[in-house]
Structure formats: structure tokens, C-alpha cells
């Protein structure tokens, strides 16, 4: 990551814990992750449940066959926040994928003149803070046992190559690694979590990726299953794949050949007669790709029905350059994309997917009436509100429930958007942009309730420096549960800080603050169900070793005392994996002095050691948490 369009930012500040989810296809690693439907800046996004994934403490690639794209959609893509869906498959060719009021806030304007506008603005402090997050107060209390189920992982072993293993947690029993894939070795892979399966994919000599379908239980691999191409020529060879949110339906080019995932042996079918640019997959047996109609040679946004022998095509609008970028919502119910009439005006459709043949409705909003922009998009994590930076140099908010409401909601001179994101809730938005011509960025807020989005607000006061954020991806914001608090990458000193997220106290903490330049590795990690936060750092020994901490946020928004849960015998090096897997449990790598990453398991307080989970004479590159089903 290059921060070098920002003055003055450390190069020590390294922060990239961005995840590609999707269509495995020819990179050098391809592999699974541990969220779902999200794309990074600047990459194709290809499909939840299997992934491209980095190498240990580099970078993660994207995912393209023949082609590159922006990471369009909802998710991290486009310098966007996550939360939303990316395009699943770009088969050769281009894929483009917010306790009192803030007295210096400035006049409560709200764009009235636009379509949508409410009267009311809601006041920002007087939404909910989020029930339920702990805080500091528990940070003693008592450590639950390990959750159950399995960290499945790709490793380079010395001699058999790269494989893929499974690692048990049960009751509180961690079991030892036990190998899923064969002696032959395998080039990455993916998880099906609908059936504790994996896709595994070995790379042909022609460049070509077989996969394999491989179930297993705690004792290993149970069965394997090649999955046939449909070209003759072919072989069993693939050039990308992906599977719809849910993992039951897995769908590769060439062509598109679907794979009904839920029966024990999945029996292929076909859809023939498209030549497709981009995939995207949702729940059940549907698809959506644009791509051209062979026989007519017309370009469009097509539905497929798998369910259907043969797959059921329909075509659901024209397809122009700009109408590439589409984002579907994150429960997978609605899609918005822009086109443009015959005469060249700019339009954006809502597309309601939940019906058999979806029928894109135009958005009638004044708002909406400009180009798309290569600029931030997001949703909002309940699937209601959509933000899109248009070519007007304004963020539009646009309501799915209301199609003529496409509100601004950017402060007026604001300019040079770098992140928008949505808070768990949906109920705050916040975004990074500049103002009044400055070249250092800004956190803005906008509050969301019953009657509208009220005006901008400023999450930080104070001098320019000191509100500076550099915040262009995700890992670099991230919302703390209860969406009340964040923590973000800002200036002066360099280092991360948490905010109000409401703007009522207008402050920020930094964390670390006796240091003079905190170097934390990776951006912060968010708890799953509690006010904490999990991150590397040297904070301990400025220029030494890295260790892996995690800290609780107090009711006062203050950051807890950090707690050590790496082992203290040499530190953690670069690795880059850091994930909980509960509240109360994370995983993480190390590296030893020769640079190879293992896999470690440990309490969020430290009262246990970390615990080596996988081989130490194997590189660990990715792994996947799979939970058992409640």
C-alpha cells in the first residue's frame, strides 16, 4: 500500500488486511478467506467462499482471466467500505465492478432542492449507540472455551509441495493438522461450508485449473470428486470459477457451467450460447452476468436460473460502458447499476432480485442524473441504503425502498473522496473526503433515521492537521461493535486513533499515545461481539519485534491497557493473518528467523500461551474458518 499522495505519512505505517472473496482463476495462489463477497481497491472481486489470497505478509492478488477491473459493487471495491457484493467472475474481459449537537458544525443544510430531501435533519447524537458490546469492564472476566469447528489451511510443505490441511476444535479439544489433499500437491483452494467440503485446484500445463471436490470429517478426507470442464478439448480443465453466496451452486468458465453443490454427487449443466464479461452469484440457483448473446451479438445483464435443464436465460436491460459497475445488496435482494438512454442521459435501475425475471426500475432522482464515477460506493449493512460518488464530485445516498430518492449527501465543497462505510447498525455514514480546496482528507459523518439523513458533521474537531484522516481502503477505518466508536489511520502524530463516530465529542484517542511513532502492522482487527480490538505492533519495543495485542474500548470511548497474547521468544515477525474467531478467541501467524508463517491459536487475554497449530517446517499461507452450525 503507497501513501505517498499523503505528506508526511510514515512508511512504517503499514495497514493492509484487505480480502479478496471469490473466482479462483490463474494467479499464483489461489485460496479461500474468511469473509464473504467483499473486492479490494483496484481488483476484481470473484464470488464468495473461495478466494485469492496473498502470499504470508505480502500482497493479495486479483482475480481476472484475460483482463483487469476496478473491485465494483458494494463491497471493498473501488475504495469502498465492505459490505456488499463484488462481481464473481470477469471471464476475459474487463469487470468494474454515521447526547448533543455539534455547536461547530456548521449551518444544518441539507440539500433540500434535491429529490428525497426530508425537512428534519435527526439529530446525530440521539441515535443508538449499540446494545450489547462489552466493554473494558469484562476485559477480566473469564475466557470461554475454544469455538468449535475447523481452520482449514493452505501450507507449503518440504517435500509434498503445497496442501491443504484441516485443523479440529471441539469441546475444547484442538486436534493435530491432518492433510485433505493428496502426495501430487495442489495450487490452492476453496471452502464449501454448506457441505465441510473443499474445492481444491491444481493448475495444468497449459494454464488451465482443475478442481476437485473434496469432503471431509475430523479424521480427514472422505471422498474426492474430479469436476469435469464442458469443452472436449479441454479436458478437465477450467479457466475460473466461483460459487454463489450461499456455497451451494458453483458456477466456471468457459462458458458457464453450473455445479449443483447440495447432492452427494453434483451432476453439471450447461449454459451455451453467451459469451460472458462478469458473473455474480446470489442465494439459490440464480445468476447475474453481462456478456453478449451470441447468435444476436447484444451486449447485456442477463438472469440465469439454474435450477432449469437447460439453465433459463433472460435479458434484463442493454449493457453500456458504464452500466459495467453493479452492486448488489449484501442480503442479495437488490442490485443498482447505471445506463444511458438512447440519447446519452445518464440513468441509474434498481433491480429487485428476488422475483423470477427481475425488471429494472429507474431511479427518478435529479441526484442520480450524472455518470458513475470510478469514485467510493457502499451499502448499508441492512441492504436499504446504497452511497455511489457520481461524476458531479457529490456522494448520493439512494433509498432501495423509494426509487425517486437519490439524496446528496456530501458537504458542500467537499471534494476528493477516498472511503465511504456504513456502520454495522446502518444507521451512521461515514466518509473521507477533502474541503475548501485542502489536499489532507477529513472524517464526515451523516445520521440516518426515520426522517432522512441529516447534514454532514464532522467527526473530529480541532486543527487541520489533527482532523487529517488517510483512510483510501478498508483495514484503515474500522467500526468497533455497537456502532458508536472506530478506529482510523490519521496524522499528527501518524498513528491510529479512535472516534465518536456521532461527532458529539468531536476527539480522538490515539492508541499508544506515549510513543512517538506507533508501528502497527496490519490496521486494527474489530471483535465479532465485543468492544475490543486485535492488532500487531513493536508498541512495546519501538524498531523490534512485532507482537500481537488485543485492547479493550471503555463506555467513555477510551482505549483499555493492550494485552500481549504472542509469546514473548522472538515476536511475530510480518506475518499479516490476524482473525478472531470469537470474542474470546483469535488465530494468527508468526514467523520464525527464517520467515515462514505458522499458524497459532490464543485467548483474547492471554491467560493461556499461543498455541502452534500447524507444522513449523511448513509455510502457512491461508487459512479459512469454518464454524460448526449452531
Not at 459490505?83 to 441539507?110: E, K, M, Q, R
Not at 447440495?262 to 449454459?271: F, N, V
Not at 509469546?567 to 488465530?587: H, I, K
Amino acid at each position: 500500500m503507497n501513501h505517498d499522495h499523503h505528506l508526511g505519512v510514515s512508511r512504517r505505517v503499514i495497514a493492509s488486511r484487505v480480502a479478496l472473496f471469490c473466482l479462483a482463476v490463474a494467479c499464483s495462489d489461489v485460496s479461500s478467506a474468511g469473509k464473504t463477497d467483499t473486492a479490494a481497491g483496484g481488483d476484481t472481486g470473484v464470488g464468495s467462499g473461495s478466494g485469492v489470497g496473498a502470499t504470508a505478509g505480502g500482497t493479495r492478488q486479483s482475480a481476472t482471466t484475460g483482463g483487469s477491473g476496478n473491485g465494483a459493487g458494494s463491497g471493498s471495491g473501488g475504495r469502498a467500505s465492505a459490505g456488499g457484493t463484488a462481481p464473481i467472475a470477469a471471464f476475459g474481459g474487463v469487470a468494474n465492478p454515521a447526547g448533543g449537537s455539534l455547536a461547530d458544525a456548521g449551518a444544518p443544510a441539507i440539500n433540500a432542492g434535491e429529490a428525497g430531501a426530508s425537512g428534519v435533519a435527526p439529530e446525530a447524537c440521539a441515535l443508538s449507540t449499540g446494545d450489547g458490546a462489552s466493554s473494558s469492564g469484562d476485559a477480566s472476566g473469564p475466557v470461554g472455551e475454544p469455538p468449535n469447528g475447523y481452520l482449514v489451511y493452505l501450507a507449503e510443505t518440504p517435500d509434498l509441495g503445497k496442501q491443504v490441511f484441516h485443523v479440529r476444535l471441539h469441546d475444547g479439544v484442538v486436534s493435530a493438522p491432518v492433510r485433505l489433499t493428496p502426495d501430487s500437491g495442489v495450487d490452492g483452494y476453496s471452502v464449501v461450508p454448506q457441505r465441510r467440503a473443499t474445492i481444491t485446484v491444481t493448475r495444468g500445463s497449459d494454464s488451465g485449473l482443475r478442481l476437485t471436490l473434496v469432503d471431509f470429517d475430523e479424521s480427514g478426507a472422505t471422498s474426492s470428486l474430479p469436476l469435469p470442464s464442458s469443452k472436449p478439448d479441454a479436458g478437465e480443465l477450467f479457466s475460473s470459477y466461483g460459487t454463489n453466496s450461499d456455497g451451494s451452486l458453483l458456477f466456471a468458465s468457459p462458458g458457464i457451467r453450473f455445479f449443483d453443490l447440495r447432492p452427494a454427487t453434483p451432476e453439471p449443466r450447461d449454459l451455451s450460447g453467451y459469451r460472458v464479461t462478469a458473473a455474480y452469484g446470489w442465494s439459490g440457483d440464480r445468476l447475474l452476468f453481462s456478456g453478449t448473446e451470441m447468435s444476436g451479438n447484444e451486449r447485456g445483464w442477463f438472469s440465469a436460473d439454474a435450477s432449469a435443464s437447460p439453465p433459463a436465460v433472460s435479458r434484463l436491460s442493454p449493457q453500456t460502458e458504464d452500466s459495467l459497475v453493479l452492486s448488489i445488496s449484501p442480503d442479495k435482494s437488490r442490485a443498482i447499476y447505471p445506463s444511458k438512454s438512447a440519447s446519452g442521459e445518464p440513468s441509474w435501475y434498481l433491480l429487485d432480485l428476488t422475483v423470477a425475471t427481475p425488471v429494472p426500475v429507474q431511479l427518478t432522482s435529479t441526484a442520480l442524473r450524472a455518470p458513475v464515477s470510478s469514485g467510493v460506493s457502499a451499502w448499508s449493512p441492512n441492504s436499504r441504503y446504497y452511497v455511489r460518488e457520481v461524476d458531479s464530485g457529490v456522494l448520493v445516498l439512494v433509498d432501495a425502498q423509494d426509487p425517486s430518492f437519490g439524496q446528496v449527501v456530501s458537504a458542500p465543497g467537499a471534494t476528493n473522496f477516498t472511503f465511504a462505510s456504513f456502520s454495522p447498525d446502518s444507521q451512521r455514514l461515514v466518509y473521507v473526503a477533502s474541503h475548501g480546496g485542502s489536499e489532507t482528507t477529513q472524517l464526515y459523518g451523516v445520521a440516518l433515521g426515520q426522517n432522512g439523513p441529516s447534514a454532514p458533521y464532522p467527526l473530529i474537531r480541532g486543527t487541520e492537521e489533527e482532523q487529517t484522516a488517510y483512510v483510501n481502503q478498508p483495514g484503515l477505518l474500522e467500526w468497533m461493535y455497537g456502532s458508536r466508536y472506530l478506529v482510523y489511520l490519521g496524522q499528527n502524530p501518524h498513528g491510529f486513533y479512535l472516534a465518536d463516530a456521532s461527532g458529539c465529542s468531536g476527539r480522538r484517542v490515539r492508541f499508544g499515545s506515549e510513543q512517538s511513532e506507533l508501528f502497527t502492522q496490519n490496521g486494527f482487527v474489530p471483535a465479532p461481539n465485543a468492544r475490543r480490538a486485535a492488532f500487531f505492533s513493536d508498541f512495546e519495543n519501538p524498531g523490534g519485534d512485532t507482537e500481537v495485542y488485543v485492547a479493550d474500548i471503555d463506555d467513555e470511548g477510551n482505549w483499555g491497557e493492550a494485552t500481549r497474547i504472542s509469546s514473548s521468544d522472538g515476536g511475530v515477525g510480518l506475518a499479516q493473518e490476524l482473525r478472531f474467531l470469537t470474542g474470546d478467541w483469535l488465530m494468527f501467524y508468526a514467523e520464525d528467523a527464517e520467515r515462514r508463517p505458522s499458524l497459532y491459536l490464543a485467548p483474547r487475554d492471554g491467560s493461556a500461551p499461543a498455541r502452534l497449530l500447524s507444522d513449523p517446517n511448513d509455510v502457512v499461507r491461508y487459512t479459512t474458518w469454518l464454524p460448526d452450525e449452531p
